[in-house]
């Protein structure tokens, strides 16, 4: 026993002594110097659906617009074209598009310039036809410090006394109104014109009746004088206000590559993608308290219609269809799903540049799922 | 060749594996190696001594059935150690010996005390047959289990060794398991010749004893006659 015992070990350190050379350090895996790429999930609309082209070019791999000239200015223009605005209308082709020189908005000066309403010319008329000879009205205007010197001479004349009350106060509010540098010789024009028409319409006879007239349109002149101080509208310089571009039409982005076979515009995936209504679902859930336990839910089926606005909030009420079950159940998780809706309303993480698709969603819910 | 951190110490060869292991680990190791090592020794033992009753065995029958007197061969196998069928011979020959030869009265009574002599004699050649193979068979079934507590061991202190260092990187990782499982793989090994082993001798320790008894039997039938022969001859002279 003795002789095997040493034999056994002698051989067992012989094989000991083996496997540490043999085994050693086992060659550790080569790991292939690959370089990491990067994986992203893109969905297959974007590529399925139409792409922006020209619809006259011969098909090519990448669908791409007739190429454009002039450098891009628009950012994120959607439309292809040479304009300096993002349009959608088909472009004029003879304009040639130049920069827009729209007048600045006036600068609102302390005092209002006057207001040149008929109704004020018009009571100008009157006083100088009321009283006799003095066609001076600009003059008068122009230069406040006559004024008292003209009230004398104009009050004894006029036969009755009913222009004074009249006349005095507005003497007095013409004055404040008057210095406007920026008056331009249209103005004139205008006051002509109501000059004219009173001279017709009023008969000499009813001078009395024009007196308590004038009376009325001061006060109504008083007022109008008092809100054109606060707005610097003037209806005459209007025109310079006004746009005088010719309309061009075309979009804005510029297109580098040859053209090719494609739509009008990039209508990559209009629809909703399964997680993006996925989503849209999980936030109406979220705020969709089931009531657990309750009898026939199971079979209830609800159809919520929704009309979104652009920022995702709910326009009108949620039409709830519910199908299936008892008239109980319906009624208790249409009403839920009502609320649910109302309350997860202004809805997140819808695509701006889908709105068309999500502009009204139909979302069918299985109560059942979610107890 | 600069290798920076977590690779220059991942060696793993044999050695370093066992040096890395944990004091528990370590332990059990070194144990079934002494396993592995007594169970090689048994083997090797065994093989020699049962070639060597085979032999003699074969000697025995040879001598015996030679025709040559069985007194011929009592006084020369009296002289020596004896072991096997020579034992067995020896045995019935001394006890009939010192029955007959003082003359015994009853010859069933001759007959049953040679047999009990024989069977006394077979069990010890028989048990010496058999010794240490239950060491061999109790290596053999429990030694892939210390090898297992060894692994869970290892494998245990490896993960807490992990939850410390908070990185699950698999080279942080694999030397860990890697030790704990070479516990695994010396229980194997020394579990599964232990079994064979076993297997092997158990069969040879019982076809040794089969023929043991074999001859014992046919030696009792022997004998049996011879003392039919004697007594009748001793009637006869009476």
């Known amino acids: 026993m003795k002789a095997s015992l040493i034999t056994s070990s002698v051989v067992h350190a012989m094989v000991l002594t083996l496997a540490l050379a043999s085994f050693g350090s086992p060659e550790p895996f080569e790991v292939m110097d690959v370089e990491s790429l990067p994986v992203d999930i893109v969905p297959v609309e974007s590529i399925t659906q139409i792409q922006q082209g020209d619809k006259t070019a011969p098909k ?12 891009d200015i628009v950012e994120n223009a959607e439309n292809v074209g ?7 209308n088909t472009p004029t082709p003879n304009v040639k598009p130049k920069e827009t020189e729209s007048a600045a908005a006036p600068e609102k000066t302390e005092k209002a310039p006057p207001t040149p309403d008929p109704v004020q010319e018009e009571i100008k008329a009157s006083e100088e036809q009321a009283p006799a000879p003095e066609p001076v009205p600009q003059e008068v205007a122009a230069l406040p410090e006559s004024k008292p010197e003209v009230k004398p001479e104009t009050k004894p004349e006029p036969v009755p006394a009913e222009t004074k009350p009249a006349e005095s106060p507005e003497a007095e509010a013409l004055p404040d109104n008057v210095p406007t540098p920026q008056m331009k010789p249209k103005v004139e024009k205008a006051a002509e014109k109501p000059v004219e028409k009173p001279v017709e319409k009023k008969p000499e006879t009813e001078t009395a009746k024009a007196d308590t007239k004038t009376a009325e349109q001061k006060k109504k002149e008083q007022k ?8 610097d509208f003037n209806a005459d310089e209007i025109a310079a206000l006004l746009n005088k571009q010719d309309p061009s039409g075309g979009g804005a982005k510029r297109a580098t590559e040859q053209a090719s076979l494609g739509g009008k515009k990039t209508t990559g995936g209009n629809t909703l993608s399964m997680s993006e209504m996925d989503a849209l679902r999980g936030q109406i859930q979220n705020n969709w308290s089931i009531i657990p336990g309750m009898a026939d839910a199971s079979d209830v089926r609800i159809k919520v219609t929704i009309k979104l606005d652009e920022s995702g909030a709910i326009i009108g009420e949620p039409e709830v269809e519910a199908t299936g079950g008892t008239d ?6 249409s009403g839920g799903a009502r609320r649910a809706v109302l309350k997860s309303s202004p809805f997140k993480g819808l695509p701006a540049d889908k709105y068309d698709s999500w502009s009204e969603v139909v979302v069918n819910f299985d109560p059942s799922s979610m107890l | 060749m600069e290798q920076v951190g977590l690779a220059a110490t991942a060696d ?7 040096m890395q292991a944990g004091l528990v680990v370590k332990l059990v190791m070194i144990g079934l190696l002494a396993a592995s090592v007594w169970t090689w020794a048994i083997m090797v033992d065994k093989t020699i001594a049962f070639n060597k009753a085979r032999r003699q065995f074969d000697n025995f029958e040879q001598v015996f059935w030679s025709g040559q007197s069985l007194e011929e061969l009592y006084r020369t196998l009296s002289d020596r150690q004896t072991s096997g069928m020579g034992a067995i011979f020896v045995a019935a020959m001394r006890e009939w010996k010192k029955s007959f030869e003082r003359g015994a009265r009853s010859p069933i009574g001759l007959q049953m005390r040679i047999d009990r002599a024989m069977d006394v004699t077979l069990a010890r050649e028989a048990e010496s047959f058999e010794a240490r193979l239950g060491s061999l068979a109790t290596i053999g079934s429990a030694g892939p289990f210390v090898g297992l507590f060894g692994t869970v061991v290892g494998i245990m202190t490896s993960f807490q060794a992990i939850a410390g260092s908070k990185s699950t990187n698999l080279a942080v990782v694999a030397p860990g398991i890697a030790e704990a499982l070479l516990a695994t793989a010396i229980g194997l090994l020394a579990a599964i010749p232990a079994v064979i082993a076993y297997n092997k001798f158990s069969a040879d320790a019982a076809k040794l004893s089969a023929r ?5 039997d046919e030696f009792s039938a022997i004998l049996s006659r011879q003392i039919d022969e004697k007594l009748q001859t001793r009637q006869a002279a009476q």
């Open chain 1, 60 to 71: 090519a791999e990448k669908s791409s617009p007739v190429p454009t000239k002039r450098p």
């Open chain 2, 212 to 216: 043991m008894e074999g001859f014992a």
């Open chain 1, 82 to 88: 040479e304009n300096t605005v993002d349009l959608k």
């Open chain 1, 328 to 333: 109980a159940a319906r009624r208790a998780l």
């Open chain 2, 12 to 18: 793993v060869t044999l050695w370093s594996l066992f």
């Open chain 1, 224 to 231: 109008k004088a008092a809100s054109a101080k606060e707005s």
